[in-house]
């Protein structure tokens, strides 16, 4: 068990059986994406939805990775940004191996895909084409030239690629003797002068036990003037063996719900504790409040 006031770290644990699924299934799903927005982009004419049709493959591309790093149950923090980083690039190469393909560019499907060299060919003779095309033009649906041209594919680069980091910033705790991800419970502080003053006079090395003396709320109701202060306090527990409790703790601005929606929108977060360990009565007490 791990002491109070410690940090949770991951421990690099490695399924092999699991991995191996993982990586055949991640490259299957981003030769997948970027067929998708290979078709669609293709299909439709209207070069600016491209942009919209980009916001998709970064909501598509973030569900399916994180669905795939929760299927392999890595614990190994570089692998798995590594291989996120790995299956966004193939989806961006894919889109461009497709494209190869319906212009005969003279590369394989796998040359295209897995050869970085190749899909910048693929690129450079594109926008070489188009730069033509205006020159004679014949510029069909591509009003830019191949200079601008280029730098929106730049920021296709981007997009396709932005699923790196939403997954590098998502924490999921894992318990190892269970072999599952641990639940998590939040609950809301509104009086948070009270939170900061006891919070202040536990001195630094505290460990939370003052956290069931707190008054919480499960659901912020909306306001309507100026902004509030909110804490927020998250639980994270591996509900069979309840060991190895974890607490993280944000401060927020509450905005007010001006478009009268019953929502409780939170910005500015100041992260106060992230991942620390609790003592296991603190936590059994927070798991049943919080309930």
């Not at 669905?67 to 190994?76: A, C, D, G, I, T």
């Not at 570089?78 to 190869?100: E, H, K, P």
């Not at 920021?155 to 190892?176: N, T």
Request: aromatic share 18%.
């Amino acid at each position: 068990m791990h002491a109070a006031g410690t940090f949770y770290k991951a421990s690099g644990l490695i399924k092999p059986k699991r991995l191996f699924l993982s990586l055949f299934g991640g490259i299957s799903l981003s030769v997948l994406i970027g067929w998708l927005f290979y078709f669609l982009t293709n299909f439709i004419s209207f070069v600016y939805l491209n942009f919209i049709l980009l916001f998709g493959v970064l909501c598509a591309s973030i569900v399916a990775f994180t669905l795939l790093r929760l299927f392999s149950k890595s614990r190994h923090h570089v692998l798995n940004v590594s291989l996120a980083a790995l299956f966004c690039y193939l989806a961006w190469s894919a889109q461009w191996t497709f494209y190869n393909q319906q212009w005969n560019s003279g590369y394989s499907f796998l040359e295209g895909v897995f050869n970085p060299f190749a899909t910048f060919e693929i690129i450079a003779r594109r926008i070489v084409q188009i730069d033509t095309d205006h020159f004679n033009r014949a510029a069909g649906r591509f009003p830019f030239s191949g200079g601008l041209t280029g730098f929106f594919y730049v920021i296709e680069f981007i997009a396709f690629m932005l699923p790196v980091k939403f997954l590098l910033e998502d924490k999921q705790y894992y318990c190892e003797g269970c072999d599952r991800f641990y639940d998590q419970k939040d609950a809301f502080v509104t009086e948070t002068g009270s939170f900061f003053s006891i919070l202040g006079g536990a001195g630094e090395n505290h460990v939370y036990n003052f956290l069931p003396e707190v008054s919480y709320y499960s659901k912020l109701a909306p306001i309507y003037a100026r902004t509030r202060e909110i804490v927020k306090v998250s639980i994270h527990y591996c509900p069979k063996c309840l060991d190895n409790n974890i607490i993280s703790v944000s401060a927020f601005e509450q905005q007010p719900d001006s478009d009268n929606q019953n929502k409780a929108p939170l910005t500015n977060e100041i992260e106060i504790t992230r991942g620390m360990y609790i003592e296991k009565d603190t936590a059994h007490l927070l798991i049943r409040k919080f309930a």
